[in-house]
């Protein structure tokens, strides 16, 4: 495989005389298989070359790399800014090293690392997990946000010293949630105090701490409904939409992304786990399976939406993967969640829209507005959302600015 590789005798010799020479061939071939581009699998080869040649300078073999001499090598590459990250990017150089590990691994060069039994605190998460999943029916999402919540709570009432519940004080609980919120937005301050509630319920279920101390989470105050949904305007979601006018495959896919997002209302999330068999074509429906709400609904397909799905339908990639949407450039991966919002996101910044309103829950914002405007009951707007209360609903209410100007009174000494 490397005699076909590269073509500048330097760099063939430089292959020839790696310390990983053995497994640089293999390694390109399993990276052909998965159909990787041959400019990939190249810079994929040579960041192997360079890790193993780090190895060998701290006299160690490709077979001697284990997860600490790995995180060591990562460490030593640096990072650069940017990228949202708040430690910094990994050079591309890291994605290579990352591949021909995992490929040593499920090659049998290199063993897996030996399963440490969990410790008590995260045997009580895994507990927590399981109640949050079966009693409570959260969805992943949700149960990760509250075991983090859980986590946090552990570390700082107790550190790494045994766990002795009956030290859990309402005290405690008050300053862990005060120091939550206390550099969270409004918006975001219900969350830790939802995730700590629903931990103390747990507990008491378990028997672990008395009865009534879930009642010392002190309550953060919010007023409901206090702020406005964010939504754009029909002429501003037509600029989003005309953006994807190219007939590049990337364009092409991401035109139906938005318009999922625009049209239907769809989660980012709902977007990516949408596969090949919920699009009824036949009844000219869209199968959503529960997501965060727990609810299976029928969406129709559009005369936007439906055009938009087949164009990209006819333009993506050969895979068996099931999932409607992925990965434009090999190896051809399902879209994530954070892939969907960051599609919506860079079309939004593009359009010259504020940063406030570059998210993809903006579009699902202007769906539910423009429904309610157009007198759709919340019935009707929380069947197509996927929302489990009314009361989710409810806040679009306020965006109703016709209907409600016939509610108002007039101003006492206003012109009448």
């Known amino acids: 495989m490397l005699e076909g590789l590269v073509h500048r005798k330097q760099d063939h010799a430089r292959l020839e005389a790696s310390p990983a020479r053995d497994h640089l ?15 990939t699998i190249v810079r994929y080869v040579f960041s192997a070359d360079r890790l193993s040649r780090w190895l060998q300078r701290r006299g160690r073999t490709v077979q001697q790399l284990d997860e600490p001499a790995f995180a060591a090598y990562l460490h030593g590459l640096g990072r650069r800014r940017g990228g949202g990250r708040a430690n910094g990017l990994l050079p591309t150089t890291a994605a290579g090293a990352h591949g021909f590990f995992a490929f040593l691994r499920q090659s049998g060069v290199i063993r897996a690392p030996i399963l440490v039994p969990a410790t008590e605190a ?3 998460v895994a507990s927590y997990d399981r109640y949050l999943e079966h009693a409570a029916g959260l969805s992943a999402g949700t149960r990760q946000c509250y075991r983090r919540h859980a986590r946090l709570l552990i570390a700082q009432c107790f550190g790494g010293q045994p766990l002795d519940w009956t030290a859990l004080t309402a005290d405690s609980l008050a300053e862990f949630v005060r120091q939550t919120v206390a550099n969270l937005k409004p918006w975001a301050n219900r969350l830790p105090v939802t995730a700590v509630r629903a931990f103390i319920r747990f507990l008491v279920s378990s028997g672990a701490v008395r009865s009534g101390l879930e009642g010392a989470v002190p309550t953060v105050r919010q007023w409901k409904h206090a702020s406005l949904p964010k939504a754009l305007t ?52 869209l199968l959503i399976v529960p997501g965060k709400s727990g609810r299976e609904r029928l969406l129709p397909l ?11 339908l006819q333009r993506r990639p050969q895979s068996n993967d099931r999932h409607v949407f ?18 919506a ?6 359009a010259g829209l504020p940063t406030g309103h570059c998210s993809a829950h903006v579009l699902r914002h202007t769906v539910a507005t423009q429904m309610v405007r157009q007198g759709v009951s919340f019935k009707q707007v929380a069947d197509v959302l996927g929302h489990a209360r009314l009361e989710t609903t409810a806040i679009y209410a306020k965006l109703d600015l016709e209907t409600l100007s016939r509610l108002a009174l007039p101003f006492p000494g206003g012109v009448p």
Do not use: N
């Open 25 to 39: 061939g293999p390694f390109a071939t399993a990276l052909l298989e998965k159909h990787y581009r041959h400019k």
């Open 122 to 124: 995260e045997q009580w």
């Open 234 to 285: 029909p002429e501003e979601v037509q600029r989003v939409l005309s953006l994807c006018d190219s007939d590049t495959t990337v364009a092409v896919r991401d035109r139906a992304v938005l318009m999922l997002l625009a049209r239907l209302g769809l989660r980012a999330g709902e977007v990516a786990a949408l596969q090949i068999e919920h699009v009824r074509w036949s009844q000219g429906e």
């Open 302 to 312: 559009s005369d936007e939406v439906g055009p938009a799905l087949v164009a990209y």
């Open 326 to 343: 992925l990965c434009v450039w090999p190896p051809h991966r399902p879209l994530a969640s954070s892939s969907v919002s960051a599609i």
């Open 345 to 350: 996101s860079r079309y939004l910044r593009r």
